[in-house]
Nanobody, 120 residues
Framework: QVQLVESGGGLVQTGGSLSLSCAASTSIVALDVMGWYRQSPGRQRELVARIDRNSRRNYADSVKGRFTISRDNAKNTVSLQMNSLKPEDTAVYYC??????????????WGQGTQVTVSL
């Protein structure tokens, strides 16, 4: 089991930027997919971005061109750079480890989440 700890959330104005980081307790080199998901009140958890061990990436349509996911296998971290933030990006953001690229299923390991709030 991989322990995941997110950091970097907070309050930002519309159009601002935040950078989220996820630190894993073990090596992530062998893990296929690392991802970021988010959940806002009354909504299901949704995929924001994911990256596989070969650095293939994909993004939710709602964040394309604004968010960038990166992975540092040497440091066992995954980051999410969020630019041009909108109020609808407000949610709790979760890091996920060990997903499957082909099936798009998330892995079984989740972080505790970090709150991102975008004000008008």
């Amino acid at each position: 089991q991989v322990q995941l700890v997110e950091s970097g959330g907070g309050l930002v104005q519309t159009g601002g930027s935040l950078s989220l980081s996820c630190a894993a307790s073990t090596s992530i080199v062998a893990l296929d997919v690392m991802g970021w998901y988010r959940q806002s009140p009354g909504r299901q958890r949704e995929l924001v971005a994911r990256i596989d061990r070969n650095s293939r990436r994909n993004y939710a349509d709602s964040v394309k061109g604004r968010f960038t996911i990166s992975r540092d296998n040497a440091k066992n971290t995954v980051s999410l750079q969020m630019n041009s933030l909108k109020p609808e990006d407000t949610a709790v953001y979760y890091c996920n480890a060990g997903g499957n690229w082909l099936t798009n299923w998330p892995g079984k390991d989740w972080g505790q989440g970090t709150q991102v709030t975008v004000s008008l």
